[in-house]
């Protein structure tokens, strides 16, 4: 251990770049010193703090939208809660793939594929279309007495979602 110390301070001793830097004037070492402290200070602000503010920045961001989103929320549940409670349209269980294909020919869908399952449920599946386009659909669905049992969504070209759906009467 000892001689490895020795030998370090050796080779330290001997370093072309320590005998230049006792070869300057001591103004010229505290200038290039003060150039390296200050070289050193920006590099620490660019890879620690400058990323951490920007970090410190988007999380800020995301939490106001929550904030935003949350006090939306809160302010339309009481609408929510008077939708759920008023009553439906009731529906025939016969006449639902009729008015199925009618509400959404309105809407300008095109049902790719249509099944009619034995408990009065229809499964259908739909061609890409605009999403605003399939929640106006979806109200007007509810709106008539029936409901979604189960929905898939998947993201298509040009901004379009492709829906497959489960529908039956409201109960």
Sequence with gaps: MVSQGKGFTAQLDNSLLLQRWRALAPREQFSLGS???FLLLVLLYL???QPTQE??????SAFETQRELNAYLHSQ??????VASTPQQAIDPERLQGMVTATAATQGLTI???DNSGDGAVQLNLQPAPFAQLLRWFTVLQ???VQIAEAGLDRAEDNK???R???RVAQ
């Design 112 to 114: 790719e594929r249509l």
């Design 77 to 82: 549940a009481p609408a929510a809660r008077n």
């Design 35 to 37: 150039l390296g402290a």
């Design 143 to 145: 709106e008539q007495g």
């Design 47 to 49: 890879t620690l703090w």
């Design 55 to 60: 970090r410190l920045a988007a999380a800020r």
């Design 161 to 163: 979602v492709a829906a």
């Design 165 to 167: 759906l489960s529908l």
